[in-house]
């Protein structure tokens, strides 16, 4: 049977926890698999922006005809009052890999990180910001000067790049280790180590989030996007629940309250463990969808038991298993794994068959291609 409405009316149905004329297909590849695509060395993409990868994204959207879950990543980017001068130089350069160092020039010294860009995966930042947090965190501050506007001279033609083929969203995100660890060399462990020596520097980094993400997310909704994408990977995993409550939870709640006002959706993006966030997501935010929903050992979901438990206060977006069925699993394994999501979940809308985070960069396309069929014909309401 013939699709009757849009990827994006579609979608902006189902986000909004109603019933549209079938699940959508919505599979997680927002980077890997749209850059293996092009055809590019990964550095072309994320150190050379050529193309953008919003625009790998797009074209695997078409490739694979899913329901484009398009968010920009890069190109609306922030305006800030006196910013440090920053310093990019390639360090090294192999046919495997190349390597930049940024140093930010701030008022009270200097901060420098290191990223490795390589030829078949995605970047890393193989030197983090922070080595020891007395010392940096007068330093950190400066890169959250007040924000004064946004770039957007890339938006109308990254809506017309969406189309109807998706939602055209923006990503802000939110306080808590998850967003740390992006700062600590030594990652996790030496951000845990410094929270509990020094809570009241993360409580005053916190707050400078706060304002950050609320005034980001206050110029993004400017520019009316279809849905605002709140990002935290492993916001539990990487954390506990008192402390998801006590930095997270309240940067959540503006930011989907400003969303409402504004008439825009909300999804938020946590993968790993994620039923206790949940809860908190569902009983005291205004959240419209949740993603990746993973299930064990990931995560710890059983997706029946939350569509039951949470299903009609919030949509919800997953979860195929993103190794053991997406990338080693059989399109016969794929077609099974769906047909249970969508029986799980699907009844009554309010439900985005997906996976349980980003699809692996060698996931067979066949596989892909089996999670788009199911929604289409198993999927119908």
Not at 43 to 56: G, Q
Not at 60 to 73: K, L, P, R, S
Not at 150 to 168: A, P
Not at 247 to 257: E, G, N, Q, R, W
Request: negative net charge; proline residues 6%.
């Amino acid at each position: 049977m013939k699709d009757t409405l849009s990827s994006r009316e579609r979608l902006m149905i189902a986000i909004a926890n109603g019933k549209p004329d079938r699940v959508p297909s919505i599979p997680d590849f927002s980077n890997m698999i749209p850059c293996k695509l092009t055809g590019k060395p990964f550095w072309d993409i994320y150190l050379h922006n050529k193309p953008s990868l919003f625009e790998a994204y797009c074209k695997a959207v078409e490739y694979f005809d899913i329901d484009g879950w398009n968010t920009v990543y890069s190109g609306v980017d922030l305006k800030r009052k006196n910013p440090p001068d920053c310093f990019k130089s390639i360090t090294s350069q192999t046919n495997e890999r190349i390597v930049e160092r940024i140093r930010f020039d701030t008022p009270s010294g200097d901060l420098f990180e290191t990223i490795t860009y390589f030829r078949d995966d995605p970047p890393s930042k193989t030197e983090k910001m922070i080595t020891d947090i007395q010392k940096d965190f007068p330093k950190i501050k400066h890169l959250y000067n007040e924000i004064t506007g946004v770039d957007d001279s890339n938006v109308s033609q990254f809506k017309k790049m969406t189309g109807e083929h998706g939602v055209f969203s923006l990503s802000v995100s939110y306080p808590g280790m998850h967003y740390w660890n992006e700062y600590f060399e030594g990652n996790l462990q030496s951000a845990i180590y410094a929270y509990y020596d020094f809570p009241e520097i993360f409580d005053e980094w916190a707050d400078m989030i706060d304002r950050d993400v609320c005034r980001q997310a206050e110029l993004y909704l400017d520019l009316k996007p279809d849905m605002l994408l709140l990002g935290g990977s492993g916001t539990l995993t990487l954390s506990d629940p008192d402390l998801v409550r006590k930095y997270a939870l309240p940067s959540i709640k503006k930011i989907c309250h400003m969303a409402k006002q504004a008439g825009v959706l909300t999804m938020l993006h946590s993968c790993g463990k994620s039923m206790a966030f949940l809860d908190m997501l569902v009983n005291e935010t205004e959240l419209n969808c949740i993603n990746p929903l993973e299930e064990p050992p990931m995560g710890d979901v059983n997706l029946a038991e939350v569509k039951k438990l949470y299903g009609k206060r919030i949509a919800l977006m997953g979860n195929l298993h993103t190794t053991k069925v997406m990338l080693q699993g059989t399109a016969e394994d794929v077609e099974r794994a769906a047909k249970k999501a969508i029986d799980d979940a699907g009844e009554g809308g309010g439900f985005l068959l997906s996976t349980g985070d980003q699809c692996g960069r060698d996931t067979p396309h066949e596989n892909i291609f089996k999670l788009v069929e199911a929604a289409r014909t198993y999927g119908k309401y």
